[in-house]
Structures are given as C-alpha cells and as structure tokens.
C-alpha cells in the first residue's frame, strides 16, 4: 500500500513532467512548420528557376487551389512554351504535394505585367497560426493552413 508522503511526492512529479512535455510538444510542432517553411522557400526557388528558363511562356504558368496540371511528356517530344509550363507545373506541383504537409500552390500574373508571378504556397500548421505570415498574401489562405507569398520574376 502506498504511503500519503509517497502519493503526494508522485504527484508533485507529475505536475513537473507536464509541463516538460507540453513544452517539448509545441516545440516539435514548431520544428515540424520550420522544416515546412524551408521546404516552401526550396520549392519557390525552384519554381523561379524553372520559370527563368521559360520565360517566354511566363504567361502559362497558372494554378489554382487543389489545381494538379496534367503531365505532359515534353522530353520526348517537341512541345510549345504552353505545354512546356504545365509540364513543368505538373513535376513542380506533384513536390509540393509531397514535401509539404497536406501543401498546395496558387500561382497567377500580377498586376500591370503578363511575365511576373504571384506564388502562394500553402501548407497544414498548428504552429504557426499566430505567426501572422497570412497577412500579406495576395488570394485568402486556405482555412488551416499557413501560407507564404512570394512575387516571381523570370
């Protein structure tokens, strides 16, 4: 049978550890949107590079919300910058679905030029709500989710 001195000593080390894992808990939830972060800095770099080679098909690089471009084989065959783009929108688009937690894009031109890019990315994060990172996106975020918006230039 255990002892009232030992009961209340395992309780008074309960209410330690609590507080130790709580904390150990939202800080691998905001390692986890970290890593997310730097993932959607990656996939935006490329996104630009790819756009930089392609960039007299700039116009055709569009993506909406939940938007998974059909794959094109354009390594095999002679395409046009059209199809070029949604191949390339098809890869790049398939790797952030991939990289990101539940991640999705939007992608349109900006304003006053045909050739500059408004990209979204978008991704599920608890950590990161009360960041305020979705303040200056230029479509509304998706409900739960964090996004990070970036103007692409090729």
């Known amino acids: 049978m255990m002892s009232m001195g030992s009961a209340s000593v395992l309780l008074v080390s309960a209410l330690g550890v609590a507080p130790l894992m709580l904390s150990a808990f939202q800080a691998l939830r905001w390692e986890r949107d970290s ?30 919300w939940n938007q998974q471009p059909g794959a094109l084989g354009c390594r095999d065959s ?49 950590a990161g709500r009360e960041a305020g990172l979705n303040a200056q996106v230029p479509v509304p975020c998706p409900e739960g989710k964090r996004c990070l918006a970036w103007v692409l230039t090729p």
């Open 35 to 64: 890593l997310a972060q730097g993932q959607a800095v990656l996939l935006a770099q490329d996104l630009a590079h790819r756009l930089h080679l392609n960039a007299a098909g700039a116009a055709h690089y569009q993506l909406a």
């Open 78 to 126: 002679p395409c046009s910058r059209a199809d070029w783009a949604q191949a390339d929108l098809s890869q790049w688009r398939s790797q952030v679905g991939q990289l990101l937690p539940e991640g999705d894009a939007w992608l349109q031109g900006t304003a006053g030029t045909n050739r500059s890019r408004w990209l979204v990315l978008a991704w599920t994060s608890d």
